[in-house]
């Protein structure tokens, strides 16, 4: 199954010059917010992940050197979702129900 990514232009108000964004979404999810860097930043034209939610809300989120590095990244985080819904995987040693 291929995860359905799609990217809507949008202006952050970031209180900086970097507001050229995108909302991401996996299929009616919103799941992160990306900001492309303005002049100034050493990686300017790149885009940063602003704000990712669920598996995308990384302690130290990365930069990416266009959108298609961007959305791999973000297919490969997600790729435990189907249709925007995260699946459960059990983890070993881990309760899945309360006692």
Same mark, same amino acid.
């Given at each position: 199954?291929?995860? =359905?990514?799609?990217?809507? /232009? !949008?202006?952050?108000?970031?209180?900086?010059? =970097?507001?050229?964004?995108?909302?991401?979404?996996?299929? =009616?999810?919103? !799941? #992160?917010?990306?900001?492309?860097?303005?002049?100034?930043?050493?990686?300017?034209?790149?885009?940063?992940?602003?704000?990712?939610?669920?598996?995308? @809300?990384?302690?130290? /989120? /990365?930069?990416?050197? @266009?959108?298609?590095? #961007?959305?791999?990244?973000?297919?490969?985080?997600?790729?435990?979702?189907?249709?925007?819904?995260?699946?459960? !995987?059990?983890? /070993?040693?881990?309760?899945?129900?309360?006692?």
């Amino acid at each position: 199954m291929t995860l =359905d990514l799609a990217l809507a /232009p !949008v202006r952050v108000g970031t209180g900086t010059e =970097d507001e050229e964004g995108r909302l991401v979404f996996a299929g =009616d999810r919103l !799941v #992160a917010v990306l900001v492309r860097l303005a002049e100034g930043h050493e990686a300017e034209g790149h885009w940063f992940l602003e704000h990712g939610f669920g598996r995308l @809300d990384v302690p130290l /989120p /990365p930069t990416f050197s @266009d959108l298609q590095a #961007a959305e791999q990244w973000i297919a490969t985080k997600l790729s435990g979702m189907v249709d925007g819904h995260a699946t459960t !995987v059990p983890i /070993p040693g881990r309760r899945t129900q309360p006692s």
